[in-house]
């Protein structure tokens, strides 16, 4: 489902040092200060076809085989790289700065060492832009709460101009912790890029909304900055 325009909630905050775009109307609930967010799609997660694949391209579920898996991961290196290569110019120009670094949300896994969905970016020509900047310190980062203390940079971040990819935007709190860590660190977070925003319809607005929205076909020209 698109974001569209006219769904766009821009919800300044004047503690923040950024504005706030989601995806849609009594959705974009702010949480914390942060950069623009730029999501793909809305999808939900018994009804979207793109929720499948963001959950399944990186499950290690013994049922899913290893070429489903990288089924998956090329759709969404595919979705991803043509979104990217249309809407930069949009991301760059609402930010007032240019990207030259691609940060993926750390994963919330101790035990890998890099996000599966930095995998699938090097599958696009994005790839040379890819770097970890940040590294888990231990310091819980949950669902609800935004912890900048929950990374650190690796090596000097100063002057870097970041974009943030993500796989999927529930809350936003993990997002909002990566770029206050990077901000903290020196760097100019350009915005952040969800592949996917869960709408959650356990209230009844929201499955109003999700109703409306998924009525309307996803078209890849069509951003919620424009």
Known sequence: MPAGRCATAHVPRPDAPFAL????????????????????????????????????????????TDRVRAEHALLLAATLQRFLRIHRPHIEEAAGVAWGTIQVVPSTRPERAEHPLEAVIRRTIFRDELAQLLTRTGEPSGHNEPNPAAFAPVGDVQRRRVLIVD????????????????????ATVVAAVPIGRVIDTNRPEKEEFWRARRAIAFDFDTCCLE
């Open 21 to 64: 775009h989601s995806a849609g109307g009594s959705d974009a609930t702010p949480t914390s200060g942060f950069a623009d967010i730029v999501p793909i799609s809305l999808v939900h997660t018994s009804e979207s076809q793109l929720y499948a694949s963001l959950r399944d391209y990186k499950s290690e579920s013994p049922y899913i």
């Open 167 to 186: 796989d999927t935007f529930t809350t936003g709190a993990r997002v909002q912790s990566v770029a206050a860590a990077l901000m903290n660190a020196g």
